[in-house]
């Protein structure tokens, strides 16, 4: 299980763009109307970004206490007196992006019980965290951390057929959301994801379509220094130990098996482009089968090709489980909760 929310949590670097810094005082209430949260009829006003959101208070304040106090402070804006129909009409700034408060409402004014089936893209995902955090609305926040380890799971199967996500800098803000909500199962999946990045994307963050920038924290930075280095080791290590000799009774061939386990295990050790750490990726050797025309140069038996990628998930298996250490994490609920918990937790639920 995820530890309940930190109090501090660690606080990853958030860039807004410069022209959104804070807006003049002749500016202050100018904005657009967005087109889809717009309703006529709406009673209040929220502004995020430049962007009017026209909606309805009573809901926004039954699902969130902290709207509801901070609704209840909203009064009508004198600059848009001169505006048909908005004259008596309160107004909210609030510092969110208008793709947050959008992919929010979207939530809040769709109904929960269509929840799963508006097929969020994991931007909306995450803005969504970002918001049900902030404002305190906790079915929402439950639902699409749910919906965030589909991306970035807690456990090593539900890895194999994770979701892929429009860009993979989107590694960087799934570990910034495991450290704002505290679900640090998420962490071991997210930092792995940033050790796939080079060190200019790792550094220069995930720009969002808003033009905000997410980079990752000095610690989380260091965690993830110390976890490529570890992990190309490891990636070495596993080809070796893939295309060790074989014990195989099913095998006719065991001596061609074996000659050839051993020319493969050099030419992969070799073949690992040097920084390459993506130790976790699925293996298919079926391009070696001793049946395929043309015939491989290192050709191996169906039975023993089976049985070597049977022994590459347990290797990635085991990998999987090490996370924690690989990446240097504290064990218990100061940062991660291990791999094996993650398991248990899944099988109870």
Request: glycine share 6%.
């Amino acid at each position: 299980m995820d530890a309940p929310p930190s109090p501090q949590p660690l606080e990853p670097t958030r860039k807004r763009p410069r022209s959104e810094s804070e807006p003049t005082a002749s500016l202050q209430h100018a904005f657009s109307r967005d087109e889809r949260f717009w309703y006529e009829d709406g009673n209040v006003i929220i502004i995020a970004q430049g962007v009017g959101f026209r909606v309805f208070k009573g809901l926004l304040a039954a699902d969130s206490e902290v709207f509801r106090d901070m609704l209840s402070l909203a009064k009508p804006a004198p600059d848009l007196s001169r505006e048909s129909g908005l004259d008596d009409c309160p107004v909210v700034h609030v510092t969110d992006t208008a793709a947050e408060v959008r992919s929010l409402l979207a939530i809040l004014l769709g109904g929960r019980r269509y929840m799963r089936r508006l097929k969020f893209e994991f931007d909306d995902v995450a803005n969504c965290i970002r918001l049900a955090h902030k404002y305190g609305i906790q079915d929402v926040l439950e639902d699409s951390l749910e919906e965030l380890k589909k991306y970035f799971p807690a456990t090593f199967d539900a890895f194999a057929t994770r979701l892929t996500s429009e860009t993979s800098t989107d590694a960087i803000v799934a570990a910034n959301l495991a450290r704002l909500t505290n679900t640090l199962s998420i962490l071991p999946a997210a930092l792995y994801g940033c050790c796939q990045l080079d060190g200019k994307e790792l550094l220069e963050g995930k720009v969002r379509k808003d033009g905000v920038v997410d980079t990752l924290n000095f610690e989380d930075l260091g965690h993830c220094t110390d976890g490529m280095r570890r992990l190309c080791t490891l990636n070495v290590q596993l080809a070796s130990d893939v295309f060790s000799p074989l014990d195989n009774a099913e095998c006719v061939i065991i001596d061609r098996c074996n000659t050839s386990l051993a020319t493969l295990q050099l030419k992969w050790i070799h073949r690992i482009p040097r920084g390459n750490g993506d130790v976790l990726a699925p293996w298919d050797l079926r391009g070696y089968d001793r049946k395929k025309k043309p015939k491989p140069s290192s050709p191996l038996c169906a039975s023993c090709i089976a049985l070597l990628e049977a022994r590459a998930t347990t290797l990635r298996q085991r990998i999987w489980s090490e996370l924690p250490d690989v990446f240097n994490l504290k064990e218990g609920s100061e940062e991660v909760v291990s791999q094996e918990d993650a398991v248990m937790s899944q099988g109870d639920s």
